[in-house]
């Protein structure tokens, strides 16, 4: 097996991660043992909602895209006596004892020279390791021991918030399956591998691409039937929505006009719908409204590959993919909403964004950096814009290059009445220019107030933040 490169895992996940006999066991062991995917339990212990992560009731979070409760700060989960968390903790368990006893048979199995169990076959060995969402010592450790897999400690605190920041985790109980020797994403949406792949037969259920997993017929609300070849050579928007989630039908109501004005000038796209409805009945009446493709309804097993593609953790969600089925952006929705003309159509995404209503729901993402303008001074935004652009692009081509998320979003706010909401919200003084990071998952910001902000006065800021040399106050 391939030596992993020397603390690749442990920078992700510390040095060391705790058994359920509260014993250490070294993270870097874990692909010496023959461990292959680690998934990272995002879940709670404690009592409370089912949304964990994202800050939640900050500005912006009204127009959440999670049907679920509001997202809320790590610490707020579902019990283990019951709830989601604890629900899908039984479940997870059942397939961790099935998959993970296996694996370790056909490991001993290739050790004693079975040749029915081939080394390939013994690498396959699945670790969970639990990033609880508790803040109470006790009810963590009971938590911890009471399950069969690993956990990171308790006192690593903030390791836990930045790993919640770079998996963007919105929702618990949230599962996402990394590479134990590279740390890469395999997969976002563990919570329907354990559904739709209980024995593990695609193991390691790594990203397909999209032509492959769409494969097969599509529907027009007319009833006729297009093989998704038809696909081939466009643009395509896969649009995860429902008619019983209001946000949902606001949003196909604009997306409607805004496929059709596409259509009119000319460009090759097209959307497929991917539907979350509870039954046929209200996906043939919520497809009625739409002129685009749809999976059927009866190919659950499609429609649930598509959301574990593309980790799916909330609707209405739209993602834009180009001609070749690489993802333009995840923020189909925000897009359609700021550009009702669709004149950037197909929306590639800018390094830095100024702050509107529509878009406020992404500082619930992940750590923002924001900074605050005095739009009555006419370009004063456009300046901003530009003074951060070049820093922007910088830190999104280093992680693109290392095929990371980006640990930063990027942000220039005037002066109205949503920009109000957030400066009372996170208790910011009204000064302005104001440079900030906000993280609304971890309650905390950080500001830096001075009277002229330049290129490396922000620079400086944001890798300070990257390399946690900054000291945060909280929201």
Known sequence: MAASPPGLLAELLGEALVAPDGSPVPTASLPARGVALVGLYFGSCGAGSSGAGGGGGGPGSGSSPSPSAPPSSPGSGVGVGGGPCAQFAASLAAFYARFHRGSRSEAEAAGAGDSGATPERARRRLEIVFVSAEQDPQRWQEAARAM?????????????????????????????????????????????????????????????????????????????????????????????????????????RVLVESYRKIKEAGQKFEIVFVSADRSEESFKQYFSEMPWLAVPYADETRRSRLNRLYGIQGIPTLIILDAKGEIITRQGRVEVLNDIECREFPWHPKPVLELTESNAVQLNEGPCLVLFVDSDDDGESEAAKQLIQPIAEKIIAKYKAKDEEVPLLFFVAGEDDMTDSLRDYTNLP??????????????????????????????????????????????
């Not at 037969?201 to 492959?212: A, T």
């Open 430 to 475: 009204e000064a302005a220019p104001l440079l900030t990071i906000l993280d609304m998952s971890a309650r905390a910001k950080y500001v830096m107030d001075v009277e002229e902000i330049t290129p490396d006065i922000v620079e400086a800021f944001v890798n300070d933040f990257l390399v946690d040399k900054l000291k945060p106050e909280p929201i």
């Open 148 to 252: 069969p897999w690993l956990a990171l400690p308790f006192a690593d605190k903030r390791r836990k918030l930045k790993l919640w920041n770079k998996f963007r985790v919105s929702n618990i109980p949230s599962l996402i399956f990394i590479d134990a020797i590279t740390g890469k994403v395999v997969c976002r949406n563990g919570l329907l591998v354990i559904q739709d792949d209980p024995d593990g037969l695609e193991f390691p259920w790594g990203p397909q691409p999209f032509n492959e997993v769409v494969a097969g017929p599509l529907l027009r609300n007319n009833g006729q039937s297009q093989d998704s070849a038809v696909l081939e050579g466009s643009h395509v928007g896969v649009y995860f929505s429902a008619h019983w989630c209001p946000p949902c039908r606001s949003l196909t």
